[in-house]
Nanobody, 124 residues
Framework: QVHLVESGGGMVQAGGSLRLSCAAS??????YGWFRQAPGKEREFVGA????????YYSDSVKGRFTISRDNGKNAVNLQMNSLKPEDTAVYYC???????????????????WGQGTQVTVSS
């Protein structure tokens, strides 16, 4: 069966960096997405990657700071987070699905498989 295993969350000071990883076991999906949710907030799209082409997509709030990449050696998807800000504090989730309709990669409800979530806390 397919499992998504996340790692890399933690606490960091503003301006620092963290790298989150999402390892997929059992199979490879066509799409991987990263989402985040802060207390009292809606779940927010962070970015996505199409496995076959390595094309990436980002929300405006993280463009230039976050990078999603494919790690073939570990069969994983990484989220490199640089220049972190306190407003980046949230639980970060990895999601995956084998097919998405056009432009739906930003919608959490379109993904069927999810990791457990990992807390990222950025302090001032």
């Amino acid at each position: 069966q397919v499992h998504l295993v996340e790692s890399g969350g933690g606490m960091v000071q503003a301006g620092g960096s963290l790298r989150l990883s999402c390892a997929a076991s059992g199979r490879t999906f066509s799409w991987y997405g990263w989402f985040r949710q802060a207390p009292g907030k809606e779940r927010e799209f962070v970015g996505a990657i199409r496995w076959s082409s390595r094309h990436t997509y980002y929300s405006d709030s993280v463009k230039g700071r976050f990078t999603i990449s494919r790690d073939n050696g570990k069969n994983a998807v990484n989220l490199q987070m640089n220049s972190l800000k306190p407003e980046d504090t949230a639980v970060y989730y990895c999601a995956a699905d084998d097919h998405l309709i056009l432009s739906s990669h930003r919608l959490a409800e379109q993904y069927d498989y999810w990791g457990q979530g990992t807390q990222v806390t950025v302090s001032s």
